[in-house]
């Protein structure tokens, strides 16, 4: 799974910074990399270097193998705090999305024997 970060002129992007961005999502979408070809992180300054309330946001684009991208939004006072907000909510946008995928109607229900 390729992971890239972009962020806007008023976060700086350090090699440090990419690094647990990178650590955070293997991690936290571990799960899933077999069935993710790419996650696109962008970070930008809401508010344009002024300190206000939650104005870094985060946007995460994931690529599922031949599906079509699913993209999702945080907001928070830190980047680390925007990253991680956007994980969960990707995680959980994906476990519906391939559990969809996984369970779809006219499956046999779970317990049901299959006839030899």
């Excluded at 970060?5 to 961005?21: H, K, L, P, Y």
């Excluded at 077999?34 to 994931?62: F, N, W, Y």
């Excluded at 969960?88 to 391939?98: P, Y």
């Amino acid at each position: 799974m390729q992971i890239l970060v972009n962020t806007d002129s008023n976060i700086e992007g350090t090699d440090d910074m990419v690094r647990e961005v990178e650590a955070s999502v293997n991690t936290l979408l571990a799960r899933f990399t077999p069935r993710l070809t790419r996650i696109e992180v962008h970070l930008r300054d809401e508010s344009a270097g002024k300190t206000t309330p939650d104005d870094i946001t985060c946007t995460l684009e994931a690529r599922p193998a031949g599906g079509n991208p699913l993209v999702v939004t945080d907001n928070a006072s830190t980047p680390t705090a925007a990253v991680t907000g956007a994980l969960h909510k990707l995680a959980s946008m994906l476990d519906s999305t391939f559990g969809r995928l996984d369970n779809h109607k006219g499956a046999s229900a779970m317990g049901d024997e299959q006839p030899y």
